[in-house]
């Protein structure tokens, strides 16, 4: 049927993808300022305490399961988590 749209066809467009091995940078935002002795369980990222008692942990991260890891780290330290961003690739 020509003026049916009740199926739309998905684009052959893709999203670009980060290479394999290549590490993407996300940020993770906690509700409540992450002390300083749980810095090391985030090594390597940026720990940001904000004004408005948030915590920006952001930084390169090689794959979905070090994701995790810093989520089981994320939910281990007993802040809520509000939201995980990809923020570039």
Request: proline letters at 7%; a negative charge.
């Amino acid at each position: 049927m020509a003026g049916d749209t009740r199926y739309q066809v998905m684009a052959d467009e893709r999203e670009p993808q980060p290479a394999p091995g290549q590490p993407v940078i996300y940020q993770i935002r906690l509700k409540g300022h992450l002390g300083h002795q749980w810095a090391d369980w985030f090594d390597g990222l940026t720990i940001t305490l904000e004004d408005n008692g948030d915590t920006l942990v952001t930084g390169p991260v090689i794959d979905q399961a070090a994701l995790y890891g810093l989520l089981k780290h994320a939910r281990d330290v007993g802040l809520p988590l509000i939201s995980v961003n990809l923020i570039e690739y």
